[in-house]
């Protein structure tokens, strides 16, 4: 047993230990209160350092995706521009050859039927085959140029000026419409269907062809509203001022070594009547020549 001064100084200095423990263990935990806004505001700022690294770099990486061409989306854009440009050069073959007959005078398309005509007859003699179309065309020039010979003004809309021609008859179905003034200021008119050789007058859903009913039908689309109107005005008050006639080319050569056309009228119903009459001569170079005398 410790004598009662010691036992008290004992007490005196555990107490004192105690308290200084405490003290210490407070002091510790207000420096760790005190480290908090520290260490959260380093915290924040490597946090915005980062995100602004990172943001930069995005950045970066942007800019870089905006500068590197998109091989698709030149492709597409290279297409579209093709495309238009496809559309815009287009060749409209209905409007250039509306365009070339406006640009040709009446001189001009006569001297390239006259041409055509002879390279026509020319490639016949030689012995060469000209398609069902050639042979159309061939026909209906030669047919103008016949009744312009005869004092005939053409009136058809589309004027057939060479071979390979898409327009005349094969749009119309009439081959061929033709005006004179006579000398007492009267006109008149003949319709004309141009056949080669042994071909003839068909039938169809409006009748047979250059019938009265089937030329009707046509004739609007041939001349126009109003001309085709005129036309029927003057066969009603005098049918004798409109013809109708077939033109035909006969290929094979005379004892001469001619080749010659014909004509002959056609009645209301579409059939040929009378005699044919020879109205043309041409050559083997395809010129036209004046009748052979008879002995």
């Given at each position: 047993m410790l004598p009662i001064g010691i036992n008290e100084v004992i007490s005196v200095t555990k107490n004192e230990l105690l308290?200084?423990?405490?003290?210490?263990?407070?002091?510790?935990?207000?420096?760790?209160?005190?480290?908090?806004?520290?260490?959260?505001?380093?915290?924040?700022?490597?946090?915005?350092?980062?995100?602004?690294t990172g943001g930069q770099q995005d950045a970066m990486n942007a800019d870089k995706m905006k500068d590197t061409p998109n091989p698709e989306?030149?492709?597409?854009?290279?297409?579209?521009?093709?495309?238009?440009e496809n559309v815009d050069n287009k060749p409209d073959k209905e409007s250039n050859e509306t365009k070339e007959e406006k640009e040709l005078t009446e001189e001009e398309i006569?001297?390239?039927?006259?041409?055509?005509?002879?390279?026509?007859?020319?490639?016949?003699?030689?012995?060469?085959?000209?398609t069902k179309e050639e042979l159309g065309n061939l026909g209906e020039m030669m047919m103008d140029q016949y009744y312009i010979s005869q004092g005939y003004k053409p009136l058809n809309k589309h004027r057939v000026t060479g071979l390979d021609d898409k327009k005349g008859g094969f749009k119309t179905g009439i081959d061929g419409?033709?005006?004179?003034?006579?000398?007492?200021?009267?006109?008149?008119?003949?319709?004309?269907?141009?056949?080669?050789?042994?071909?003839?007058?068909?039938?169809?859903?409006?009748?047979?062809?250059?019938?009265?009913?089937?030329?009707d039908k046509r004739l609007d689309d041939a001349v126009g509203k109003e001309k085709a109107d005129e036309i029927r005005d003057a066969a009603?008050?005098?049918?004798?001022?409109?013809?109708?006639?077939?033109?035909?080319?006969?290929?094979?050569?005379?004892?001469?070594?001619?080749?010659?056309?014909?004509?002959?009228?056609?009645?209301s119903d579409g059939n040929k009547t009378?005699?044919?009459?020879?109205?043309?001569?041409?050559?083997?170079?395809?010129?036209?020549?004046?009748?052979?005398?008879?002995?």
């Open positions: 308290n200084k423990a405490k003290t210490i263990d407070k002091v510790s935990k207000d420096f760790q209160e005190l480290d908090k806004p520290i260490n959260s505001f380093i915290k924040g700022k490597e946090n915005r350092s980062t995100n602004e989306k030149k492709q597409t854009k290279e297409a579209e521009t093709n495309n238009k006569n001297e390239k039927q006259k041409a055509a005509i002879k390279e026509g007859i020319e490639r016949l003699k030689n012995g060469e085959v000209l419409v033709y005006e004179k003034t006579n000398p007492d200021g009267s006109k008149s008119y003949v319709i004309v269907d141009a056949k080669f050789n042994t071909s003839q007058l068909s039938e169809t859903n409006d009748g047979k062809q250059m019938s009265d009913n089937w030329i009603e008050d005098n049918p004798e001022s409109v013809k109708h006639e077939v033109y035909h080319i006969e290929p094979n050569e005379d004892e001469n070594g001619y080749m010659h056309t014909d004509t002959q009228p056609v009645d009378g005699e044919k009459t020879i109205v043309e001569y041409f050559d083997v170079d395809g010129n036209r020549v004046e009748p052979p005398e008879k002995s």
